[in-house]
Structures are given as structure tokens and as C-alpha cells.
């Protein structure tokens, strides 16, 4: 049963985050191989690193309690470029309804997705929960929790529901 549920929200997200990763102003053919991709920019590769985020976090025994010293330990460009990506959600979501556009919420949550998925796979120069500082660990925990719920709310206004384990 959680398979089948699982494959659904995975084949739902992959045909509604192709169809609104489009501008409504631009033609496409759906090739329904690219929609599936969970390397590319697709719903299931966003889902991917939704599961990712919210895995690290139960590893980790839950939600980071918010804590600003341990997030002023963050401070790689890589890190900082998630914190300002994230700034900038609420002007990207207002954009998106000005103009009656999702597209860009949708190349949003790709481009942080690709950011996280970078940070997360870099274990040398950013180890998350093998991290020895303690408050630097903190501080990544609170940045992957961040990157999980805005990845969560931007799916949400795409009507994608997300699955906390893939």
C-alpha cells in the first residue's frame, strides 16, 4: 500500500512539475522519460531532495530547535547561497501569482534542490551529521530543516504532496 502510494505522488509529481515548470506563454511537447528524471528538472528529483532533508533530520533525532549562534556558524558561499536563495522565496511566490506564473516557483525549488544536493553530497568540505563541531552541525541541521520546508510549501503550491521517505 505505501508503495503504491508512493509511486502515484512520484508519477503525479512528475507530470504536474513538468507541465508548470513551463511559462503558460511557451508551447512544449511532454516527454513523459525527461518528467522522471530524478537527476534533472523534475518533481521527483525535488521529492528526492525533500526525503533527503527530512532523513538527515530523523538521523539526527528531529527538528533542530532554532538557535541564531548556530546558524551564524554557516558561512561557506555554499551555504550562504542557500540562506539568500531561501530570503527569497516569498518574493519568488508573489512574482510567480502576479503574473499568474508557477514556472517559476517550479525553477525555484530546482535551483534549491541543486544547491542542497550539493551541499549534502560534499561530506568533506560539508558534513551535516557527521559534523564534529556541535553548533555548526546545528546550524547545517536548521539549513537542511529550512531548504526541507520551503521544498515542502513550493510543492505544495505546485499541488505536489510530498513523501518523507523515497
Same mark, same amino acid.
Given at each position: 500500500?505505501?508503495?503504491?502510494?508512493?509511486? !502515484?505522488?512520484?508519477?503525479?509529481? =512528475?507530470?504536474?512539475?513538468?507541465?508548470?515548470? #513551463?511559462?503558460?506563454?511557451?508551447?512544449? $511537447?511532454?516527454?513523459?522519460?525527461?518528467?522522471?528524471? #530524478?537527476?534533472?528538472?523534475?518533481?521527483?528529483? @525535488?521529492? #528526492?531532495?525533500?526525503?533527503? &532533508?527530512?532523513?538527515?533530520?530523523?538521523?539526527?533525532?528531529?527538528?533542530? $530547535?532554532?538557535? *541564531?549562534?548556530?546558524?551564524?556558524?554557516?558561512?561557506?558561499?555554499? $551555504? %550562504?547561497?542557500?540562506?539568500?536563495?531561501? =530570503?527569497?522565496?516569498?518574493?519568488?511566490? /508573489?512574482? =510567480?501569482?502576479? +503574473?499568474?506564473?508557477?514556472?517559476?516557483?517550479? $525553477?525555484?525549488? *530546482?535551483?534549491? @534542490?541543486? +544547491? #542542497?544536493?550539493?551541499?549534502? +553530497?560534499?561530506? !568533506?568540505?560539508?558534513?551535516? =551529521? &557527521? @559534523?564534529?563541531?556541535?553548533?555548526?552541525?546545528?546550524?547545517?541541521?536548521? %539549513? /537542511? /530543516? /529550512?531548504?526541507?520546508? &520551503?521544498?515542502?510549501?513550493? %510543492?505544495?503550491?505546485?499541488?505536489?504532496?510530498?513523501?518523507?521517505?523515497?
Amino acid at each position: 500500500e505505501e508503495v503504491a502510494l508512493g509511486a !502515484e505522488r512520484i508519477g503525479l509529481a =512528475a507530470l504536474k512539475y513538468y507541465l508548470l515548470k #513551463f511559462s503558460p506563454r511557451k508551447s512544449f $511537447e511532454y516527454d513523459p522519460k525527461e518528467s522522471i528524471d #530524478f537527476l534533472g528538472q523534475t518533481g521527483p528529483y @525535488c521529492l #528526492f531532495n525533500y526525503a533527503r &532533508t527530512r532523513s538527515l533530520l530523523r538521523k539526527a533525532g528531529g527538528e533542530p $530547535e532554532l538557535d *541564531f549562534t548556530a546558524l551564524d556558524q554557516l558561512g561557506t558561499d555554499r $551555504e %550562504l547561497e542557500i540562506v539568500r536563495s531561501l =530570503a527569497q522565496f516569498t518574493e519568488v511566490v /508573489a512574482w =510567480a501569482a502576479k +503574473s499568474l506564473d508557477p514556472s517559476r516557483i517550479a $525553477e525555484y525549488l *530546482f535551483d534549491l @534542490c541543486k +544547491s #542542497f544536493a550539493f551541499i549534502f +553530497s560534499d561530506k !568533506e568540505n560539508h558534513p551535516i =551529521a &557527521t @559534523c564534529t563541531d556541535p553548533q555548526l552541525r546545528h546550524g547545517r541541521l536548521l %539549513l /537542511a /530543516a /529550512a531548504v526541507g520546508n &520551503t521544498v515542502k510549501t513550493g %510543492l505544495a503550491l505546485l499541488g505536489i504532496e510530498v513523501l518523507e521517505e523515497m
